[in-house]
T-cell receptor
Framework: RKEVEQDPGPFNVPEGATVAFNCTYSNSASQSFFWYRQDCRKEPKLLMSVYSSGNEDGRFTAQLNRASQYISLLIRDSKLSDSATYLC????????????FGQGTELSVKP | SQTIHQWPATLVQPVGSPLSLECTVEGTSNPNLYWYRQAAGRGLQLLFY??????ISSEVPQNLSASRPQDRQFILSSKKLLLSDSGFYLC??????????????FGQGTRLTVV
């Protein structure tokens, strides 16, 4: 089983749609969680951290379920500019600071 | 503010040649440092990470090695490149705190093509 697994993509949605990405992790000792965005041929950039209580940043909402070892990202009112690959990231502090990335889910928002 | 520098941006190397990619971080001390590789259309594979000078953890067996000669310098090397070493190499850093790590910040990456 992979340490971090994401929904296989790609997701093709129309502008204005709501889209949700899911991610599961296998190591229950994981302590920090993040969502990154990666544009084609560019480095990943932090989209948002994921807190235990859930957090929202504009059209983006991230949630964490430690019991199920699951995190999610919800994008409301999708824009063309949201088209990118979204990466789930888990920090395993008990292994000295490993940051493990999921394989990414590609999103394509169409007019 | 903190910045991370990674070079070169692109590299074309023949099979069997050596490799040295360098990454430096400014504006912070004692960071965690990482090397990742991303094959075309794939996710990021963690190659090496370091929590301090001379402390390197290797994640996958391969013909690559990493070194951290100074606190904010991380070097990825190979003695003899293989075709399968082609990919997008990314250096990153993060801060440690008592309960985990902050998010990682990436360099702009090196696109390596082995021919």
């Amino acid at each position: 089983r992979k340490e971090v697994e994401q929904d296989p993509g790609p997701f093709n949605v129309p502008e204005g749609a709501t889209v949700a990405f899911n991610c599961t992790y296998s190591n229950s000792a994981s302590q920090s969680f993040f969502w990154y965005r990666q544009d084609c041929r560019k480095e990943p950039k932090l989209l948002m951290s994921v807190y235990s209580s859930g957090n929202e940043d504009g059209r983006f909402t991230a949630q964490l379920n430690r019991a199920s070892q699951y995190i999610s990202l919800l994008i409301r009112d999708s824009k063309l500019s949201d088209s990118a690959t979204y990466l789930c990231v888990v920090n395993q502090y008990n292994q000295g600071g490993k940051l493990i990335f999921g394989q990414g889910t590609e999103l394509s928002v169409k007019p | 503010s903190q910045t991370i520098h990674q070079w070169p941006a692109t590299l074309v190397q023949p099979v069997g040649s050596p490799l040295s990619l360098e990454c430096t971080v400014e504006g912070t001390s004692n960071p965690n440092l990482y090397w990742y590789r991303q094959a075309a259309g794939r996710g990021l594979q963690l190659l090496f990470y370091s929590v301090g000078i001379g402390q390197i953890s290797s994640e996958v067996p391969q013909n690559l090695s990493a070194s951290r000669p100074q606190d904010r310098q991380f070097i990825l090397s190979s003695k003899k490149l293989l075709l399968s070493d082609s990919g997008f190499y990314l250096c990153a850093w993060s801060r440690r705190f008592s309960e985990g790590n902050t998010e990682a910040f990436f360099g702009q990456g090196t696109r390596l093509t082995v021919v």
